[in-house]
């Protein structure tokens, strides 16, 4: 009977540790694309975030056409709208548009959405992203029929 007691204890102990030091855990912030009401979480490229003890940093050499392999290409028509959401409240977000001969063009965001455009094609998107503690790089890419 003793030793279930000291074994309750010590659980109880040990419970109790972890969740103090689950207050200096640190989520990523998480970057959203929304097509029809539905939204697919972008993948992540570079990450930086400091704020008073936590210092977190993701530097991805991988390249652009390699991260939005990873992500399932949406399949959307001409003129739909797209949604942009990131959490934490970025102060800035530049949305770059690559089409297929690799050339970018800036995307003006209006309340964190865009039009896409006209023309048919595979397009990538990449989302730069800044806040006051950091900034990071989201990807996904489009099949425009």
Known sequence: MKNIIVIVMLL???????????????????GKVTVDKKEFTMIIGDFEWKERNIEARKINS???N???????????????????????NPSSIILNQWNEDNISTVVELNDNKI?????????IYEVIVEWNNG??????DINLK
């Open 12 to 30: 109880i102990i040990l419970a109790g540790c972890s969740r103090l030091s689950s207050g200096n855990t640190f989520t990523q912030a998480q």
């Open 62 to 64: 991988t390249d652009i």
């Open 66 to 88: 390699d991260l939005a392999d990873e992500f399932k290409t949406l399949q959307v028509q001409k003129g739909d709208q797209l949604g942009i959401e990131i959490e934490h």
């Open 115 to 123: 039009i896409l455009p006209s023309k048919e094609g595979y397009y």
């Open 135 to 140: 900034k990071a790089t989201y990807v996904f």
